[in-house]
């Protein structure tokens, strides 16, 4: 270990585990360490046992459920764009080659009380309850717009500058309603909260765009895809990229530490009395605690069932978004359902999620309108974990700290 490299790399999350193996395909000198003894960091994937151990202590698993073996619950869930970054980065590096995706079959939002498709046809778009007549109309003239802007060729802009105008003025153009511009900007375009509305239209056009684009690109039922066996195949697939690259890994290499030089800049890592040397760092905020603040809390339960979520047409992988406003919340809800079908738990399993940034100090209230439309669940956990941002310059020092989202 006590030797020079470009770049060390603390923590097997995601993120850790992406930039390892580009920095390692650019052939950059790079360790990679974990404190502990799997990939994933927070963001790994647990099987039934671990998943018992982790909530419930030394209680084990009913046998009702399946065999611990089945099952991949992802700590941290999330579907991917299908024509997202992400994807790209995967495509482009050549990782996909480790891992075997599944299209996801539903994407819905929750409005005035129900649960409603996300129309990935136009066939679902006319039939669909979201909207009116006359407020289809309009909404497909915005629509038509955003699908044949071109950021590069002004002739498509109609004479607007969305690097000025807000998404609340361009939407405002066009004469929708509230219920539309909730649909739109949530179900579609993916914000988090209603933010978006005063910062450039550009945003929601991209977003929007991207939406699109991913839906069509396997004509499924939703934008996502999502990778057999969980998302914990992803770090996994990027270590062995940044393996056959030259990188080094450490699992199991308790208190590791950043040392910085006089100058606070990075200038290794120390782990059981041994020093890498290495120039920059890349980590998660557990490793630098010092250089982070608190901005946030998650609350998440975790359901094991024996059956789809209702009226979601039967769908055995499916998001349900619930816009803050049908809630009164600041920030969104999220529902996600995966299951035996990506091979992430016993045959006839299905696990769900309800996630959301914490907005008081009671998980299982504030969840309740999430977890509600689950219908009956054989099991239920709930987790809480902290959000956090680096407070440091990492042109200054040299460390480079990762960021967690909650969805």
Known sequence: MDEEYDVIVLGTGLKECILSGLLSVDRLKVLHMDRNDYYGGDSTSLNLNQLWKRFKGDETPPASIGASRDYNVDMVPKFMMANGALVRVLIHTGVTKYLSFKAVDGSYVFNKGKIHKVPSTDMEALKSPLMGLFEKRRAGKFFLYVQDYKENDPSTHKGLDLTKMTSKQLISKYGLDDNTIDFIGHAV??????????????EIVKRMKLYAESVARFQGGSPYIYPLYGLGELPQGFARLSAVYGGTYMLNKPECKVEFDDEGKVRGVTSEGETAKGKKVVCDPSYVPEKVKKVGKVFRAIAIMSHPIPNTAESHSVQIIIPQKQL???????????????????????????????????????????????????????????RYEPTNDPSSDNCFISTVSYK
């Open 328 to 386: 009164g919340r600041r920030s969104d809800m999220y529902v996600f359902c995966c299951s035996y079908s990506h091979n992430v738990a016993s045959k006839g399993k299905f696990i769900a999620f309800v996630s959301a940034q914490a907005e008081s100090d009671n998980p299982e209230a504030e969840l309740k309108p999430g977890i509600d439309l689950l219908g009956p669940v054989d099991e239920l956990f709930f987790d809480t974990y902290d």
């Open 189 to 202: 375009a993916l914000h988090k909260d209603d933010s978006y509305l005063s910062e450039p239209a550009i």
